[in-house]
Structure formats: structure tokens, C-alpha cells
């Protein structure tokens, strides 16, 4: 059977994290199981065991055509009868709670019918086309992509295989995870009778994997009950401790919550504002997680105060009255409203406190921000039909603009399927996506084309790189971050601004530098892969062996000066390697010892200290020879044969080199410092210009440091 299951009544963990609608009694699971074995209702009536589905369905979409369900149960029942849960029930309980927890969550009608036989090609004679010709495609595929994958087939990796089946198949269709995550919530719920080591492994796999596909769904229903529970397995002592603490604190005469609650209901009334305040009690894990972050807990610290509203100009407003009339936290504002998380979540974050200490969190948003904030994708209907479409129009939910949000492919998801398709085997998939679902954040940069990336918090510009060009990115030679020249691990903010520098040599390789460096698996994956191909090749990290060949003179000589005229018989002039001034720069001189005249162009910065120190400037000009020497420095990144080619570059420009030094690489950039004789010193810029065109080199300047003059 593919459902682990207990005996709902078995003793177990408060799970507070999903509020049930008021006056709707818990489902009954045997009394649907009994129902259900009495065999399938008349053709011209639904069966009774899916009145709960139908009412909570009904709920979301009064003109639903609710004959698919009924023909889908009929199915279930039939080819379920027979089998049993581990606690004796029915079998045919656990794709009726699945689909219950979809429905009420706002589930559309393709959906629910295809989680009343998610478990049916799995776990009976019905198969993949029968189910075509009954439901159609779209129900096929949804099936399908929650059907397992046989352990006979797949041995150990059934299990990383399913997972990359499924996650392949979200790819095309969110639908497939939402069935999944239902199906997993209702097997945590009824997980007691396993052995406790059962328990725990699916508790592990349910907290590396499900719960932040929940999450970047948006599904919050799902993942805060599924946390607890998780909770209560994994960390028993803790979940108790918690639990004290709520049991304790529900036991308080005051409520210093519904005090303030009161309180901001008064403020918006007095406004004219229409507004719903709920208090909203925290699930265990978050009680846990601020105790240890905050210590002993207050009243307030064991819920928060959910504002709902009907237009988001009013979520501002709620704002403005709240920060007007009450103390507000600033700090602890946030803007989800304008700048919406990746998972589709909106909601303006604030706190206001009362003048004994006592804190409550305020959470502000609309009725339809608050549908979503709950069940994410699955309160978007079916994101894939047409909005001309009259069953979408039923069942479909669009923005306020009637433009429809589509999470087809959502970049976290994109990154997810690239790098799978790489993954060489199933351990490295299955430890590769715990770890990539481990990144709880996301950011989103821009490409000077107006494009976007987005990437997990912590990307650095290798992970912009593979993300942009795949494989492709092993030729990246260096890259732009808002404008200014960055090195390939600097880390990305959101926000910024990226532009990829691709070199055209078709020898390009990664860096193994850029390992430390890559925090997607996508990037990690891809260089790993070409380093196993290429063991004995050099990379970029390294310089290659030319670049390392010693000064053609040694030590860079100090330039002639027999073309620049001093006002003063007999004096020595020197032209100073600081700046390297050649004609026609402006220039000026200064005495030194001995005698000498050292020539510097006039912006150099030793002229101002030289001035400052009380040095007489002499006053010198360019003679009448075209002929000059010049040091420059070229920067670029390291790859192959860059020596060679910029050599070639200088010689075709008719220039001598006089010394060449190539200091080691630093993190893929190498700097080249060569001292060069010219037949004519207008012919400077043109040699410049022919030295960046090099590939591999982002900039040529003349030599302009800070050293003394002397």
C-alpha cells in the first residue's frame, strides 16, 4: 500500500495549525469507511461518503459540474474495496481525507478528481489509460505523476527516483505537488501505529523535502501542520515543552491579545475603515522557535493579530492608523504588499506594543491575499486554462486586474528541473535537492537586456553564470555587477544588476576556485562534471605556464628622457615611472638630489605632495622626438595562450616591448605590467585600444600609482 496509516484515534499530537471553519465537525474517517464499503451510490445521486468534499468544494465554486467526482469515487471505491489501512480502516478513507484537505483549500474540480484516484494505479488493477478514457488527459497526468515507482524496478533509489518523477512532472503541472503534499499530510496525521523508526524516516524525508516544496508553493496550511507534526516525532522533549507552554498559557484569565486585539477594532472603526481583525494562535514550531529567540513568552508572543481587508489601499491605510494611533515597531515592518515573496505571498508585517511591554505582531491583507497565503498555488484553480475559457471562468482565480497568475514555472522550479537533468545518479539527487530545498530565500537580478535571474540568497556571479548559460558558462571570462567589474565570487544582492563576460575562446575552462564559490547545484554540478572530464587539465585558477616567463630586460627600466627640455644647463632629466608621462601629456618637473629633473604628467598625485612638502617645480616641455617609452598595465582574466596573444597584439602595432612582468592570478584576474618603446607617441591610444580588444582583457591604463617621486 502506498499511505502509511494509524487509527485516528490512536493518542497524538495537537496540530493547531489548521483552523477548521466554525460549526464543521471533524470528518468521522470510519463512518466514511463503513459508508463506503455498503459499494457505490446510484448514478443519479453522489455517493453520501464524499458529502464533506462536495460541501467544502461547493464553498469554492457553487456552479462546480461535480459529476466527475462522483464517477471518480465510484471508481476508488470499487477498486479499493477490499483493502485495508494498517488501522483496519477502509483503504478507500485515505483518498477521501486527501481530497477533503484539497477542498477546502480551495481545490478545483480536475484536481480533487484526480486525488480520489491518486493511489489507484499504484494500488489496484486500474491503469494510466483507462484512466484517460474515463477522465480525460488532464486527470491521467496528475495520476501519474504521483504513482511511485515500483521498488522492485528501482531497488534502494524507488524512493530519489519518485521524487524526481514528481518533480518533473510539477514541472508542467503545480497540480501534481499539490495531491502530494495532501497525501503526505494525511499519512503524517495518521503515522502513529508505525514502528518508531518508520516514523522517523518519513518525518526526515517530510522535513527536507515536503515541507519546503510547501513552502514554495505557498501553501502555508499545509506546511505549518506538517512542521508540527514533524515536530512532535523528530523532537519529542521540545514538542512537549511547547506544548506545556500553550496548555499554560490557554489556562490565563487575561488575554493581553484580544485586549489589543479590541483596541485596534476601535481604532478602525473610529477611521471609517472596514476591516476583519482575527487573532491568529501560532502553531507549535513557531511558539518553539520565539521562545529561543525571545526566552520567557508572554501573552501576546502566543498568536498574532490577522487584519483583513477588502482593497489593498486599505492595507495601507490599516497601517497609517495603526502607526498613528498606537506605538508601532519599526523595526519590525514589512512590505510583502509591494514587493510580493517568490512563493506568491502578500501582506504588510508590523507590530505595535502597549506601555506594560506586551508585543503583537500584525499581519495586513486582503481577503484574497489571505486565500492565497494559505493555500498558495492551489487557490489559483487551474492555472492553465485558457481566461477565455467558460470552465475557467468557473473555476479559475484571477488578479485584481483579471490578469491570471501563472505558476507554471516559477524560478526555484526552473533551477530545480536544470539541474536534476545533470544529477549522474540518485544519492547525488537526492542529497543535492534536500540541500538546494534548504535555501529558504530567493532573489532576483537583472541582465542588462531587461531579463531576470532568479537565484537562492547567497548566489554568487558563478551561479548568475550557469544560470544564464548552463554549461555554456565555463567560458565566462569575468563579470559586471551594476556597472563596475567584480570578481566571479562576489555574492549577489537582490537587485542588482549582472552582465556576464563570455570569452570566444573555444578553450576556456572552469576554475576550480569556482567550486568554493558556486552555491547552486546547477553551477556545482556543471563544474564538477567538467573537472571529472578533464583531470589533468589545467583551469583558469592557474596561470597558464607563458604567463609566468621572466622580464625581457628584468626589472622594468626607468624611460629615456632625451625628448622632453629643461630650462636648466646641465641638469639630468628623468621621466617618473609613477605616471610615465609621455607626449603630448602636460607635464611638470621637480629638483632632486643630485641634480635631477624627474618629469610627471600634471594630475599625478605625487605632484601635490611634492608641492605640499615645499619641492620648487622647474618648468620643462616636450623636445622635438616623437619617439617615447611608456609603461602600462593591462588587467585581465586568466586563460590560455593570453600572453602570447597580447605579445602578438603589441608587436602588430609596431611597438618594442622593453620588460614584460605577469604578476600570479588572483581569483581569475592577472595583471600585466609591460614597459614599451613607441616610434611615435600618438600612436599610444591606438595600442591601447589594439591591446583591450584582446580577448580576456577588460582594461589597459598607463602606469599612474602612488609611489614617491624620487
Known amino acids: 500500500m502506498s499511505a502509511e496509516a494509524t487509527n485516528p484515534a490512536t493518542p497524538g499530537p495537537i496540530t493547531p495549525a489548521v483552523q477548521r471553519r466554525r460549526g464543521r465537525p471533524r470528518i468521522d474517517l470510519r463512518r466514511l469507511g463503513r459508508a463506503a464499503l455498503l459499494g457505490p451510490a446510484g448514478r443519479d445521486r453522489l455517493p453520501d461518503a464524499i458529502g464533506h468534499v462536495v460541501e467544502a468544494h461547493r464553498a469554492h465554486y457553487p456552479d462546480a459540474d461535480l459529476d466527475p467526482l462522483r464517477r471518480a469515487y465510484v471508481l476508488a471505491e470499487s477498486s479499493h474495496r477490499g483493502q485495508m489501512r494498517k488501522s483496519g480502516e477502509p483503504y478507500i478513507t485515505h483518498p477521501l481525507a486527501v481530497t477533503l484537505i484539497l477542498a477546502e483549500l480551495g481545490a478545483e474540480t ?19 489509460d483507462q484512466v484517460r478514457e474515463e477522465f480525460g488527459e488532464e486527470v491521467r497526468y496528475l495520476v501519474d505523476g504521483v504513482t511511485k515507482l515500483e521498488k522492485v524496478d528501482y531497488g534502494a533509489a524507488a524512493e530519489p527516483e519518485t521524487f524526481r518523477k514528481m518533480l518533473v512532472a510539477t514541472g508542467s503541472d503545480v497540480r501534481v505537488m499539490s495531491i502530494k503534499l495532501a497525501d503526505r499530510l494525511h499519512n503524517m496525521r495518521t503515522l502513529g501505529v508505525m514502528r518508531p523508526e518508520k516514523q522517523e524516516r518519513i518525518a526526515k524525508v517530510t522535513k527536507d523535502v515536503l515541507i519546503p516544496l510547501a513552502e514554495r508553493l505557498g501553501v502555508q496550511a499545509l506546511k505549518t501542520e506538517l512542521e508540527d507534526l514533524v515536530f512532535a516525532i523528530l523532537r519529542p522533549e521540545e514538542y512537549a515543552h511547547t506544548r506545556e507552554l500553550i496548555v499554560e498559557n490557554s489556562s490565563r484569565t487575561d488575554d493581553p491579545l484580544a485586549e489589543i486585539a479590541e483596541e485596534v477594532r476601535g481604532v478602525l472603526r473610529e477611521a471609517g475603515l472596514q476591516a476583519e481583525v482575527l487573532i491568529r494562535p501560532r502553531h507549535f514550531v513557531s511558539v518553539h522557535r520565539v521562545s529561543r529567540k525571545r526566552g520567557e513568552l508572554r501573552g501576546a508572543d502566543f498568536g498574532r493579530l490577522l487584519v483583513l481587508v477588502n482593497e489593498d489601499a486599505d492595507c495601507y491605510g490599516v497601517l ?74 468557473q473555476e479559475g482565480q484571477a488578479d485584481g486586474d483579471g490578469e491570471r497568475a501563472d505558476p507554471t514555472r516559477p524560478g526555484w522550479l526552473s533551477r530545480l528541473l536544470d539541474w536534476q537533468e545533470a544529477a549522474p545518479d540518485p544519492d547525488t539527487f537526492w542529497s543535492t535537492l534536500r540541500e538546494d530545498l534548504a535555501q529558504d530565500r530567493e532573489i532576483t537580478v537583472f541582465r542588462p537586456d531587461g531579463g531576470t535571474l532568479g537565484l537562492p540568497a547567497g548566489a554568487s556571479c558563478v551561479d548568475a553564470a550557469y544560470a544564464q548559460y ?49 552555491h547552486t547545484p546547477v553551477a556545482r554540478i556543471a563544474i564538477t562534471r567538467w573537472l571529472a572530464a578533464h583531470p589533468t587539465s589545467g583551469t583558469a585558477s592557474e596561470a597558464p605556464a607563458e604567463t609566468r616567463r621572466p622580464a625581457a630586460d628584468g626589472p622594468a627600466a626607468r624611460p629615456a628622457a632625451a625628448d622632453v627640455v629643461v630650462d636648466r644647463p646641465g641638469a639630468t632629466v628623468r621621466l617618473a615611472g609613477c605616471c610615465t608621462p609621455v607626449p603630448p601629456d602636460a607635464i611638470t618637473g621637480f629638483s632632486v638630489r643630485g641634480g635631477v629633473v624627474t618629469v610627471h604628467r600634471v594630475e599625478c ?47 602588430l602595432e609596431g611597438v618594442a616591448i622593453v620588460s614584460a612582468t605577469v604578476e600570479p592570478p588572483d581569483q581569475q584576474r592577472v595583471r600585466h605590467t609591460y614597459t614599451l618603446e613607441l616610434p611615435d607617441a600618438a600612436h599610444l591610444p591606438a595600442l591601447m585600444r589594439a591591446m583591450r580588444n584582446v580577448p580576456g582583457v577588460y582594461d589597459v591604463s598607463r602606469a599612474h600609482h602612488q609611489s614617491t617621486a624620487s
Not at 523595526?331 to 502578500?346: C, G, H, M, R, T
Open 110 to 128: 480536475t484536481t480533487l478528481t484526480a486525488s480520489l484516484l491518486h493511489d489507484t494505479v499504484e494500488d489496484t488493477d486500474v491503469t494510466l
Open 320 to 393: 497609517g492608523e495603526l502607526h498613528t494611533c498606537l506605538t508601532p515597531v519599526v523595526s519590525e515592518f514589512k512590505d510583502f504588499i509591494a514587493v510580493p515573496k517568490f512563493n506568491l505571498y502578500q501582506s504588510l508585517h508590523t507590530a505595535v506594543a502597549r506601555p506594560d511591554g506586551q508585543v503583537a505582531e500584525v499581519l495586513i491583507r486582503t481577503h484574497q491575499m489571505h486565500k492565497v497565503a494559505e493555500a498558495g498555488v492551489i487557490a489559483l484553480g487551474n492555472p492553465y486554462a485558457s481566461p477565455a475559457d467558460p470552465a475557467d471562468a
Open 470 to 518: 548552463g554549461e555554456d558558462a565555463h567560458a565566462c571570462i569575468g563579470v559586471r555587477v551594476n556597472g563596475r567589474l567584480a570578481r566571479l565570487s562576489t555574492v549577489l544582492s537582490d537587485g542588482d544588476t549582472v552582465q556576464l563576460l563570455m570569452g570566444q575562446d573555444p578553450a576556456s575552462e572552469p576554475s576550480r576556485e569556482w567550486l568554493e564559490h558556486a
Open 605 to 651: 598625485a605625487a605632484v601635490e605632495r611634492m608641492k605640499s612638502v615645499g619641492r620648487a617645480e622647474v618648468e620643462v616641455r616636450w623636445g622635438d622626438s616623437s619617439e617615447c617609452r611608456v609603461t602600462l598595465f593591462a588587467e585581465s582574466f586568466g586563460r590560455p595562450h593570453l600572453l602570447a596573444d597580447l605579445t602578438e597584439a603589441i608587436a
